[in-house]
T-cell receptor, first 113, second 113 residues
Framework: DQQVKQNSPSLSVQEGRISILNCDYT??????FLWYKKYPAEGPTFLIS?????DKNEDGRFTVFLNKSAKHLSLHIVPSQPGDSAVYFC????????????FGTGTRLTIIP | DAMVIQNPRYQVTQFGKPVTLSCSQT?????MYWYQQKSSQAPKLLFH???????NEADTPDNFQSRRPNTSFCFLDIRSPGLGDAAMYLC????????????FGPGTRLTVT
């Protein structure tokens, strides 16, 4: 039972354009969400998070949007750069982050120069 | 640099032959996690330590054990590896329990022959 779903295994975007990575969740108890970025041969690194009390959180080129009614979140990267090519994992937690992380299966983003 | 180190990076073991994977951290974090990630799947939490307190996920097989002799080190023991245990094993640490930002090591890829 996959409670966090990333339905696009891969995405290719031209350098300089916007990358949009999507994530859906089914567990209504989830109220804290994180995005991790993973390069080959490295562990995932934390990118950005959002609590359900917000619908948007921005950090530089990265913005996460949360639509609670749709149980959907998205990560926007603007402008996309070649160094953004990586696998992006969406993760969710309940009880405002006090519960364990449940991960999605990841989306491989490729930025085309 | 403070970091999470996993050794070895690649481990080959024979079916049924016990194997131990190692994780160490210089972050002085209270919490250490072990995740299993199979190809194209989401990382799955096996267990975690909060200081010396061990917490096993309900669906973690008995074949998997863990030890944390001190704050810095944590070991994953697989008593009798089966072919289905071939995976990437990720160690992560956090300064607090729950789904907050976790710091991952690069992982150990386990092959079972």
């Amino acid at each position: 039972d996959q409670q966090v779903k990333q339905n696009s295994p891969s995405l290719s975007v031209q350098e300089g354009r916007i990358s949009i990575l999507n994530c859906d969740y089914t567990n209504s108890m989830f109220d804290y969400f994180l995005w991790y970025k993973k390069y080959p041969a490295e562990g995932p690194t934390f990118l950005i998070s959002i609590s359900s009390i917000k619908d948007k959180n921005e950090d530089g080129r990265f913005t996460v949007f949360l639509n609670k009614s749709a149980k959907h979140l998205s990560l926007h990267i603007v402008p996309s750069q070649p160094g953004d090519s990586a696998v992006y994992f969406c993760a969710a937690s309940a009880n405002f982050g006090n519960e364990k992380l449940t991960f999605g299966t990841g989306t491989r983003l490729t930025i085309i120069p | 640099d403070a970091m999470v180190i996993q050794n070895p990076r690649y481990q080959v073991t024979q079916f049924g032959k016990p194997v131990t994977l190692s994780c160490s951290q210089t972050l002085n974090h209270n919490v250490m996690y072990w995740y299993q990630q199979k190809s194209s799947q989401a990382p799955k939490l096996l267990f975690h330590y909060y200081d010396k307190d061990f917490n096993n996920e309900a669906d973690t097989p008995d074949n998997f054990q863990s030890r944390r002799p001190n704050t810095s080190f944590c070991f994953l023991d697989i008593r009798s590896p089966g072919l289905g245990d071939a995976a990437m094993y990720l160690c992560a640490t956090s300064g607090r329990l729950g789904g907050y930002e976790q710091y991952f090591g690069p992982g150990t890829r386990l092959t079972v022959t």
